[in-house]
């Protein structure tokens, strides 16, 4: 439908989940606002979260919006939410605890970022089957646009299954799968350092994880890339040794 002027009045908690497909939306924030084009979604936060809008939303010109439902949507809604997160990490925190966060691998807080995605998204998988060859299969069955939900899947398994080395390889592929396709440096690295912390007795897969943050850290033009590489030589001699 086509609109101009108040999409949702202040005050109001949003029950429609609407994206634009042409024209100009303005959200008003902590008296901070921002304009909202083709692609976006209005009023996502308060949206999924039922929370009531601060203050009017307008289209301020002749705008259309469609009504979307967060099923058909989810990946997208998912990269709009990690570049919102990605916006707030960024500009709250300087360089200096970056790279003092990148090294202190029992501080990574993936998990509860992850389960508060999947809630609001209400797209959980449900819970791991208890046999092993069977929760390997519901793992693997998922597409890619149910990269979170695979995220938490392999979660479970490396806490239901500790003993098996399929978490280490899972950990891999997913870590992989959410930088490719989702473009997350952060959850992919936080992945691939809990493999480090679960899986430091496998250098073949330590040496894997390792080699993949080396590529991450030096594709962002950080200068960490270096001590990983360094890492990567030494288990590299280790990993030739046990030929």
Same mark, same amino acid.
């Given at each position: ?96 605890? /970056? @790279? #003092?966060? +990148?090294?202190?691998?029992? =501080?990574?807080?993936?998990? !509860?970022? $992850? ?64 930088? /490719? @396709? #989702?473009? +997350?440096?952060?959850?992919? =690295?936080?992945?691939?350092? !809990?493999? $480090? ?47």
């Amino acid at each position: 439908m086509k609109i101009e002027g108040v999409v949702f009045k202040a005050g109001e908690v949003p029950k429609t989940l609407f994206k634009i497909v042409s024209g100009t939306v303005r959200e008003t924030r902590n008296k901070t606002y921002h304009d909202l084009g083709h692609g976006d979604y209005v009023a996502l936060l308060e949206y999924l979260l039922e929370e009531p809008i601060q203050e009017n939303i307008v289209a301020t010109e002749e705008t259309e919006i469609i009504e979307v439902s967060l099923e058909d949507e989810y990946l997208n809604i998912i990269k709009r939410i990690i570049e919102l997160r990605k916006v707030i990490f960024e500009s709250s925190i300087d360089l200096e605890d /970056i @790279v #003092l966060d +990148d090294f202190n691998f029992e =501080k990574v807080d993936i998990d !509860k970022y $992850l389960e508060q995605v999947e809630s609001l998204l209400t797209l959980s998988a449900g819970d791991l089957p208890d046999d092993r060859d069977e929760a390997l299969r519901v793992i693997e069955s998922l597409d890619d646009d149910k990269i979170i939900t695979k995220v938490n899947l392999v979660r479970s398994f490396i806490e239901k299954f500790p003993e098996e080395e399929e978490g280490a390889r899972l950990l891999i592929e997913t870590a992989a799968k959410v930088y /490719i @396709v #989702l473009n +997350d440096r952060y959850v992919a =690295k936080s992945l691939l350092k !809990k493999l $480090l912390l679960h899986y430091s007795d496998i250098p073949k897969f330590c040496y894997e994880a390792i080699k993949t943050l080396e590529g991450i850290y030096r594709d962002e033009g950080n200068i960490i890339w270096r001590r990983y590489n360094k890492i990567a030589k030494i288990l590299e001699v280790k990993l030739r040794g046990n030929d």
